[in-house]
Each structure stands twice: as structure tokens, then as C-alpha cells.
């Protein structure tokens, strides 16, 4: 995201968490039969430094290597 984690948090400047903001997706995949997965984000993106952008796209490709 382009915040920080912080404003993905209920009583702050979403007003609602990352997780809750994407549950009619999560339902869509469950109607679907799709096994959901939890998201994948990476906060204060535009804010990091290269080397941490380069740990974060590590991490996303183990994330995505869970799906075989």
C-alpha cells in the first residue's frame, strides 16, 4: 500500500482494516469454490528503500510459490 500499516487499522484513517475491506472478495471466492488466501501487502511501498523493496518482492515470490 502506499500508507503506512497503521492506517489499515479500525479508528484510523481507513476506518477499516485491510482484511475487512476485502471480504466481499473473500466471499466471491468462497461462492466461487476457490480456496482464499490471505493478501499479500506491503506497506509503505513508495516510502521504503530499495533493499527493503528487494526483501518484500523475495517474500512475494515464496508467498506465491505456496500455490505450486
Known sequence: TGGPTWALVEDQASRFRLEALL???EQTAC?????????FAVH???LSSDQALEDEAARYAAFLSEFG
Not at 466461487?32 to 493478501?39: I, L, Q, T, Y
Open 23 to 25: 471480504l466481499p472478495f
Open 31 to 39: 461462492v466461487c469454490r476457490m480456496r482464499w488466501r490471505p493478501p
Open 44 to 46: 509503505g511501498a513508495a
